[in-house]
């Protein structure tokens, strides 16, 4: 099974910043942790500010991986361009966000990413990304 998990803009500071909203351990102490509990799996991680990068990553992964966990950030919120990319490859997609975008301002309720999604796990911290995982593991 071959999963990537793609993270988008400033989820770079992770477990740096904001921990009352965002938790306090970095992405990569965390998915160092995921590979080793699912090392029968073959994990990718990509985190990007670019959101360019995030349509190259989604691209390259996406007629060839398993599963792709997506965690777009802001541009959840933006970006048709990631929106289309969901759309247009083939391996299934599950949207991730860390925090209940729902609890949160309104500009976070809309998302460019859902309706192409094949699952969404939002407001369940860090192990929205293991339940994303283990979703695909079955
Ligand atoms: O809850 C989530 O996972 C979000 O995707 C996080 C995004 C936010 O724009 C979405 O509405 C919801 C923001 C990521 C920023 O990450 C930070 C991490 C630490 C410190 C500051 C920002």
Redesign the pocket.
């Known amino acids: 099974m071959r999963i990537v998990i793609i993270n ?4 770079n ?2 477990g ?3 921990p009352g909203i ?1 938790g306090s351990s970095t992405f990569e102490a965390f998915f160092e942790k995921l590979q080793k509990k699912y090392a029968e799996m073959e994990l990718h991680y990509f985190q990007s500010n670019i959101e360019g990068e995030l349509i190259d990553k989604i691209q390259e992964f996406g007629f060839s991986a398993d599963g792709i966990i997506l ?4 541009y ?2 933006t970006s048709v361009g990631i929106g289309d990319a969901i759309k247009a490859v083939e391996t299934p997609v599950i949207e ?4 209940n ?1 729902y609890q ?1 301002e309104t500009f ?1 309720h809309q998302s460019y990413i859902s309706p192409n999604a094949t699952g969404i796990i ?1 407001g369940f911290g860090l192990q929205g990304y293991e339940l994303a995982l283990q979703s695909f593991s079955k």
């Open positions: 988008g803009p400033n989820l500071l992770l740096k910043r904001e965002y965690n777009a950030a802001a959840t919120h991730v966000h860390i925090s975008v949160r976070r939002v």
